[in-house]
């Protein structure tokens, strides 16, 4: 049974892209041959060749040695059945082989009997993965080849958990929502002065205390250290590392509501529901504090497997300079001691940073002499500017949900930026990568966290991932108006702005 192939116009990509379905039988859908002009982030290279892949009751995902992984992952994804290697017939092939580039770089091939993802790492796999997703069209694949690789190596999202809590399963429900994006870090801002959100045997009322509240005294919560487990485990399973957040020395009324004997004069504040910030800081001057750090980072670092730990350093108002620098510096050695690196926000420059430090850039302007100057003696940045990629900012005065003190950000501002060149006087090297943080002072369900979210983490994500010589608005609009038929279909509540042109369905 031949199917009439229909044209499709890049213009159908606004219609065509639907979430991946398996289906029983080929379905008289026509194979997007644009597909592969609209993938997001958009790859290195994609072109459609001619023929087209059926997936149907016959289709089998083949992994080899180290793929298994990703394939059940697939399987799951797809509804279809995983067997090993070998097997002929119309099969997705998964293939580790070929040189190991050190980061998610991948080929996709699609034939009409095969397709076959190939990767140096099991990441790379994950990523054409995601890729293939996109070419999904009611159950059948453009034949068409992807060669791809990522720009940055760091590709954050941010969550507050600690204003709001939000539980494991509406982390792991934002962490698959970022996977599709290829987004590979997830920091998790665990402790602020409205809530302790991480359980640490050794100070328990951190948790159950610190934790009790949240802003505007709505429900708190905490994770305990198998639920934070379960977290970094499932993000492992998408290739995203958790990078927890202690934030320190400001921003830490929880904390010290929590155990009278961190506060310099001895008594304990009470919880606070507010959104006032600098208000706080931990006693540099009593060495209680620095055992109280080194409990906190050993347990953190003892639950972590990523590289990182993240010490926050944001609007210490109620710290001296001196003091600031002093502390930083002994806290820094602290979690080196513990076998971690670094990440803090880019107050860290004002003292001194180890060489593995990175500044995560939060200001609202691109010029910031003390952070390029850090960079160009060799400080790593990640870049979070908050007037761009602070996904909590309104998008325009009507937004109901958000803040705007950075600035309003329409989708066209969360893209129009460059991070290679953004930063006046650092050096191209210094840039680790992107990372959108979505901060929960008004922000308290799933729904809310997706309507500021999308659509504006896909296109952080692809100044993240893909080469600057993609970069073109007018193109990249038309691609995330395709996105929005696989929103719907994830129920995913994104913000119908109207710089996009959406499918009417959606
Ligand atoms: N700035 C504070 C956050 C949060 C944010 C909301 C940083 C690094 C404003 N610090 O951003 O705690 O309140 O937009």
Known sequence: MRWKLGRVALAA??????????????????????????????????????????????TTITAGAGAGGVA??????????????????????????GRDEGNESYRLDAAPGAVTITAGR????????????????????????????????YRGAMLDVARHFFTVAQVERYIDQLSQYKINTLHLHLADDQGWRIQINSWPRLATYGGSTA?????????????????????????????PEIDLPGHTNAALASYAELNCDGVAPPLYTGTEVGFSSLCVGKEITYRFLDDVIRELAAITPGKYLHIGGDEAHSTSQADYITFMNRVQGIVAAHGKQVLAWHQIVSATPLPATVAQYWDTTNDNPQVAAAAQRGTGVVLSPANLAYLDMKYNAETPLGQDWAALIEVSDAYGWDPGSYLTGAP?????????????E???TSADLEYMAFPRLPAIAELGWSPASTHDWAAFRLRLAAQAPRWRAQGINFYRSPQIPWPSAS
């Open 428 to 440: 191209a090297s210094a840039i680790r990568g992107v990372e959108a943080p979505l901060w929960t």
């Open 122 to 153: 099991a990441a790379g796999l994950f990523a054409g993965v995601q890729t293939l997703r996109q070419l999904i069209t009611g159950g059948t694949i453009p034949a068409g080849h992807v060669s791809d690789a990522p720009r940055f190596a």
């Open 215 to 243: 802003v505007d005294g709505d429900p708190g919560g905490y994770y305990t250290q198998d639920q934070y487990r379960a977290i970094v485990a499932y993000a492992a399973s998408r290739f995203i590392t958790v990078i």
């Open 442 to 444: 008004t922000l308290r």
């Open 13 to 58: 990509v606004v219609a065509a892209g639907m979430s991946a379905v398996a289906v029983a039988e080929p379905v008289a859908a026509a194979p997007d041959r644009s597909a592969y002009a609209g993938i997001v982030p958009a790859p290195v290279s994609a072109r459609a060749d001619r023929g087209t892949f059926t997936i149907d009751r016959h």
């Open 72 to 97: 059940d992952y697939l399987g799951g994804v797809l509804r279809l059945p995983v067997r090993g290697p070998g097997r002929g017939g119309n099969t997705i092939r998964l293939v580790l082989a």
